[in-house]
């Protein structure tokens, strides 16, 4: 009996592609760092799936997920469904770093080296 599939699932492929579509300024700065393995030679993708979330950023090797963390996350019942999230994602051994989109903009650089601080090196 084989697992059900928990990456892209195809119900969620219209809001993926839709999200991709429409980065905010904060996912754009930070996707410049990360796209095309400029960050220690990984490989990120940006709004993948997982379950019937979809995470900004995910880096298939280190299963390390990166959130940023805009204005409505912060509305009443955001940070309660950002632990609920968080919660069930690393229950199946994901890790996760989240970034306010200010903190993204102005402060890109010390970011990516924050990140790239998480990377399970040999």
């Known amino acids: 009996m084989s697992k059900p599939a928990i990456h892209n699932v195809k119900h ?3 809001a993926r592609t839709q999200l991709r579509k429409t980065l905010t300024p904060a996912e754009a700065i930070l996707w410049n760092g990360l796209k095309n393995s400029n960050l220690g030679n990984k490989k990120f993708r940006r709004q993948h799936s997982i379950l019937n979330y979809i995470v900004d950023f995910y880096c298939p ?3 390390l997920i990166i959130e940023l963390d805009g204005n409505h996350h912060f509305l ?3 940070p309660e469904h950002d632990a609920e999230r968080d919660a069930a994602l690393m229950a199946l051994g994901f890790k996760i770093l989240r970034y306010e989109n200010e903190i993204v903009i102005k402060h890109s650089a010390e970011v990516l080296e924050n990140i790239a601080s998480h990377f399970n090196n040999p």
Do not use: A, C, H, N
Request: glycine share 34%.
């Open 76 to 78: 009443p019942g955001g």
């Open 61 to 63: 090797e280190e299963r």
């Open 12 to 14: 969620l492929k219209g």
